[in-house]
């Protein structure tokens, strides 16, 4: 905690204060210190400016919650084209190899997603 107090340039106070109001987040070690990552800095830096433009600390907290649920869809966006990416390269692989028996079988075992983006490639294709 104090050396994120000294990076951002608070005192460990205003560190366990944003904490405890649930502006930052710490994670616990086994020994039960609380420890935070790089973009803790940057959010202490947030909220350092929004108190600067006179916002009040709910108001601030509401503006994370909001940052954070657009980082988390963008997050889970990425996550679900890379499974999409990998199920794709498989489908196309038992495409190219003409292997119809694995290709239905690999089709049966597909998400909802993947099977209807391997429908519309293969309506460009076709």
Do not use: W
């Not at 104090?2 to 340039?9: F, H």
């Not at 649920?69 to 190899?97: G, P």
């Not at 119809?100 to 294709?125: A, G, P």
């Amino acid at each position: 905690m104090g050396e994120l107090a000294e990076l951002a340039n608070v005192t460990k106070r205003t560190v366990d204060y944003y904490t405890n109001l649930g502006l930052l987040k710490a994670e616990r070690s086994p020994s039960n210190y609380r420890y935070y990552d790089y973009s803790s800095v940057e959010r202490i830096q947030f909220i350092e400016d929004c108190k600067a433009k006179g916002m009040s600390l709910d108001k601030i907290k509401e503006k994370i919650i909001e940052k954070y649920a657009e980082e988390v869809d963008v997050l889970e966006l990425r996550l679900k084209i890379k499974d999409l990416e990998k199920e794709m390269t498989e489908v196309l692989d038992h495409l190219e190899k003409n292997d119809e028996e694995k290709y239905k079988e690999f089709k049966s075992k597909l998400s909802q997603d993947s099977l209807s983006l391997v429908k519309t490639l293969l309506s460009f294709i076709n």
